[in-house]
């Protein structure tokens, strides 16, 4: 059987039809092609501010894989932070259904893939914190470009881990973000940019939980995605 994996989605205004402004829970289309093309089935998870542990365990339920995926910014107070001046508005919606997928998956042992936003969530609900705005930090916009547009630069995967065994010792992404992790406790590194920025990571003791900060959904290589569908069909035997 085709496992099922879970996208987290957005909500947002879509102008559909005769309908302009209409409150929709929306993602894009590419995370959904890409988890077809390795063998899944797509289950779009709208977020919900009333989230909890329980709910979540409830959803993840359902699902044999996850994916958290990109998006806004994580509200600075989920880790114990004051917000910078460029952080983008809060979606208590996004955050509380996520951080709570993400406790949750980390104790159920459910195949997961974060991407960008997702990354970040995962390390916040492990207690980590974020470098709010990257370019303070690097000193430059590399990691996102303009907007509406993907950087691409090469990173580095870290030798003894998943990622490294998956992808080869480099290899080329498309990134669009201006924050990162900044520690991540349980979670060992597994690829860095040139700059120092981290750009993925994992969990040496879960079958598959991993998470990078660029967008695997916009590129050619489906290899992440293969690997998580292939994961979530291992646990359904």
């Known amino acids: 059987m085709r496992p099922v994996i879970g996208i987290t989605t957005y909500v947002e205004l879509v102008d559909r039809g005769d309908w302009p402004g209409l409150r929709s829970a929306v993602l894009p289309q590419a995370y959904v092609d890409q988890v077809q ?18 709910l979540a365990e409830a959803v993840l339920a359902r699902v044999d894989g996850l994916i958290i995926a990109g998006g806004a910014d994580v509200e600075p107070s989920r880790y114990a932070a004051r917000p910078h001046p460029l952080v983008q508005d809060a979606r208590p919606d996004r955050d509380a259904l996520e951080l709570a997928l993400a406790t949750a998956t980390s104790a159920s042992g459910l195949p997961v893939l ?9 390390a916040v609900a492990a207690g980590g914190s974020l470098i709010q705005h ?15 547009t993907y950087a691409d630069h090469r990173v580095a995967t870290v030798d003894g881990t998943r990622l490294r065994a998956l992808l080869g010792p480099e290899v080329n992404v498309p990134s669009y ?25 994992e969990d ?20 992440l995605f293969e690997a998580l569908v ?6 359904r035997n």
């Open 37 to 54: 093309s390795a063998g899944g089935i797509a289950l779009l998870i709208p977020p919900r501010a009333d989230a909890d542990l329980p």
């Open 230 to 235: 292939a994961a979530a069909s291992t646990g």
């Open 134 to 148: 990257l370019p303070d930090v690097v000193g430059h916009t590399g990691h996102s470009i303009a907007r509406g």
């Open 114 to 122: 974060g991407i960008c936003r997702g990354m970040q969530v995962m």
């Open 177 to 201: 973000h201006h924050q990162a992790v900044a520690d991540h406790p349980g979670y060992a590194a597994a690829a860095w940019a040139a700059d120092g920025t981290l750009e993925a990571m």
């Open 204 to 223: 040496p003791d879960a079958p598959f939980r991993v998470a990078v900060q660029w967008h695997p959904e916009m590129g050619s290589d489906p290899r």
